[in-house]
């Protein structure tokens, strides 16, 4: 994607210094920060703090993890116990989002076939950055599987303006290019559809308000922002047409995990007969449980996450408490959608409905056998 003119990914291999360079998110939208990730513990640290976040990007940046790993232990990477244990390390950075282990995971696997320190090395860097452009090019399926729900709304409403709801940061800053919920609002964008965003501001880091509404608008997209609760009043008033939003895991039966609030989103949807998307490549389902309430680990971060509030203030970026000093606070990170209240998946394979066998259907070499 491009910012201000320059092609840009969240994450990248500096060919020539080799090394690791992600966006520190935290600071955006008024401030573009690039960091090295040059060990293991740096990149622990980008995914536990958030410089990176959002599944695929998360996925992403565990898999050069294991790249760094080896390069960081030098020949020490042909020990298997030591490999396994950075491995280890890099998936319990965040307990939520299935791309990590999947990504981690699938590097390690890459490696380990190798005996000799540097055709392992090689085969983690190349299993990684096959990683991030498989993933690049998923959220462009994802966009063109899901732009003839938006054409069809558009054509609906006579070529009038598309109203879609979104919450939290599903964009390319979340992914690699295109984003999951925004792959098909940028796709219907630059296909000349009259799209327009609520942006739900989604505490309490303010994903949609700091990143979501920075790469729309960067891309030239309308949007407007919304505090988290206005969703419901707005569906009720016909300002939305759909709801697209992303994921951290999925169920094989269609539980969604995401955001902190997606939940209530899904709720006012199915109140209003609007239909609820979710866009996610095929690295997001974990393929081993059905029940996302009882089965999927949720996020507990840090309360002052809540206590605090970030934003600009005379030049400087600075952090204002807003609950009373000895006040406490409950930092879920994320919740669990049903099955039930989601309308449908968005893949790259394809678009199906929240069931075990139709998901199967699109992946049916997940099947248990």
Known sequence: MKVDGKDMRPIWFDRETKTVQVIDQRFLPHKLIIEDLNTVDDTIHAIKEMFVRGAPLIG?????????????????????????SECTRLKGARPTAMNLFWGVDRVLAAAIKHEDYKDRVAAALDEALDIVEEEAVNCRKI??????IIEAISKK???????????????????????????????????????????????????????????LGKHGVNHTVITDNAGGHIMQHGMVDMVIVGTDRTTRAGDVANKIGTYLKALAARDNNIPF?????????DWE????????????????????VQGLCNGKIEQVLVPPQDSQAANHAFDVTPARLVTGFITERGVCRATQKDILSLFPEKKIR
């Open 60 to 84: 992403a940046t565990g898999a050069l993890g294991v790249y760094i790993s080896l390069v960081q232990a030098k020949n020490k990477g042909v020990d298997n116990d030591y490999l396994v």
């Open 289 to 308: 449980i059905t029940d996302g309430i009882a089965d999927i680990p949720i996020e507990e971060r840090d309360p002052d996450e809540i206590r605090y």
């Open 277 to 285: 998307y979710v866009a996610l490549p095929s690295s997001t389902f």
């Open 143 to 148: 966009g063109e599987y899901g732009l003839p």
């Open 157 to 215: 409403k006579k070529g009038k303006q598309v109203n879609i709801l979104t919450h939290c940061n599903a964009g390319w800053l979340a992914c690699i290019e295109y984003g999951t919920a925004t792959a098909p609002i940028y796709t219907a964008f630059d296909r000349g559809i009259n799209v327009h965003v609520w942006v739900d501001e989604t505490r309490p880091l303010n994903q949609g308000s700091r990143l979501t509404a920075w790469e």
